[in-house]
């Protein structure tokens, strides 16, 4: 039994994950479209993991950790 977290901990933190998808933002793409906070945290995420060794002075898991 390895990790912190129990079997139903992570299949609630997953359904929770899976309400993202379907909640909008207020706020919209480059392009217009209504975006959902599952994609903005998706790309924030994704942005932070790809500039961490350009600021190591930041703490880019909290960034990622934190996303959206």
């Known amino acids: 039994r390895g990790g912190c977290y129990g079997s139903k901990s992570v299949f609630r933190i997953l359904h929770m994950a899976e309400c993202l998808k379907d909640t909008p933002r207020q706020c919209t793409t480059s392009k217009g479209r ?5 994609e903005h945290s ?3 995420s994704l942005m932070a993991f790809l500039l961490k060794g350009k ?9 990622s ?3 959206g």
């Open 42 to 44: 998706w790309r924030t």
């Open 55 to 63: 600021f190591p002075e930041l703490d880019m898991d909290n960034i």
């Open 34 to 38: 209504t975006e959902s906070v599952a």
């Open 65 to 67: 950790m934190n996303a």
